[in-house]
């Protein structure tokens, strides 16, 4: 945690502006908008991760009456397998039985030639349904964030159980005891030898499926603001991960103990302008605060 003796930012009470949306007309996506497969240079851009159980083939991705379909079927025994170098300079060969249908969002729409991605503060919403798992197969279904801020998951679906959807929040070399730990409500920060810095943290809240959630749309949202991220389902909030927290009266500092809890606060309790004398940021926001991603 990082002391704060300061906020000059005010809040933003105005409401939000549509400033894009894709009703997925016509019978192909716009290719301005949205790539087909992952964000990077082939043979990756259908591999994804060396660990990943499906090929990003685009023709698993279909538009068709105003609905975009993401594909997760069985694949042709002919494209199961694939050799290729991997970014360590190693030979790998794989099968995969399933393709899975996956689109990014176009950074170069947004005016940004950065790989870093090019999205930020703001309310990003779909209407989906999410296939059913099959007891082989286990599908994954995501709708995520990914750049140099990280990687936030409004959902993903089968990790690790197909009974839920999982809300996530990702940061890389950090101390894992950074992130809120909703079970004790606040966050933890233990002396280094306790709490070594690792090459990925995370912190994951599991939901209940949406009732027919493979028969009918629901609405998924992430709501990124300067103060706090918010995942909704349908209108109902799910999680909030907090960026401010103040550290409850009595205790002297943030140390690894469920005796001392951190209260999150809302942007309209913390005067701005003025000398803090105990408000904390989550050390996890940084990134968050800086940097951008891209909708997967």
């Known amino acids: 945690m990082l002391k704060i003796s300061r906020l000059s930012s005010s809040c933003d009470d105005g409401e939000y502006k549509t400033v894009f949306f894709d009703d997925f007309l016509g019978d192909d996506l716009d290719p301005n908008v949205w790539l087909k497969g992952y964000n990077d240079d082939p043979p990756y851009d259908v591999i994804g991760k060396d660990t990943w159980t499906t090929w990003a083939y685009p023709d698993f991705v279909k538009v068709e009456n ?13 494209r199961r397998q694939k ?37 930020h503060y703001g309310k990003y919403s779909i209407r989906a349904k999410l296939p059913y798992p099959a007891s082989d197969s286990e599908p994954i279904a995501a709708f995520w964030f990914y750049g140099w801020a990280g990687e936030v998951d409004q959902f993903e679906m089968c990790i690790p159980d197909c009974e ?40 994951n809240v599991d939901s209940g499926l949406p009732s ?29 991960y907090y960026r401010y927290y103040e550290l409850e009266l009595g205790n002297a500092s ?43």
Request: with cysteine; hydrophobic share 35%; net charge negative.
């Open 66 to 78: 105003g609905v975009l379909k993401l594909l997760i079927e069985p694949i042709d025994p002919a």
């Open 254 to 296: 943030p140390c690894y103990d469920v005796q001392n809890p951190f209260h999150p606060l809302e942007c309209n309790e913390i005067p701005k302008d003025q000398l803090l004398d105990n408000v904390w940021e989550s050390i996890s926001w940084n990134r968050f605060s800086e940097f951008f991603m891209d909708l997967i």
């Open 164 to 203: 839920e959807i999982q809300h996530t929040v990702h940061q890389w070399s950090i101390r894992p005891c950074h992130f809120h730990k909703p079970q004790y409500q606040l966050i933890r920060e233990a002396p280094p030898g306790d709490c070594p810095v690792e090459p990925h943290a995370s912190l």
């Open 83 to 119: 050799t290729w170098i991997n970014k360590s300079g190693q030979q790998v060969t794989q099968t995969r039985r399933f393709g899975g249908g996956v689109i990014v969002s176009n950074n170069k729409n947004f005016n940004s030639s950065s790989q870093s991605g090019c999205l």
């Open 212 to 240: 027919g959630f493979s028969n009918n749309f629901n609405t998924y949202t992430f709501e990124w603001t300067p103060y706090k991220m918010i995942w909704s389902v349908n209108g109902v909030v799910t999680h909030s």
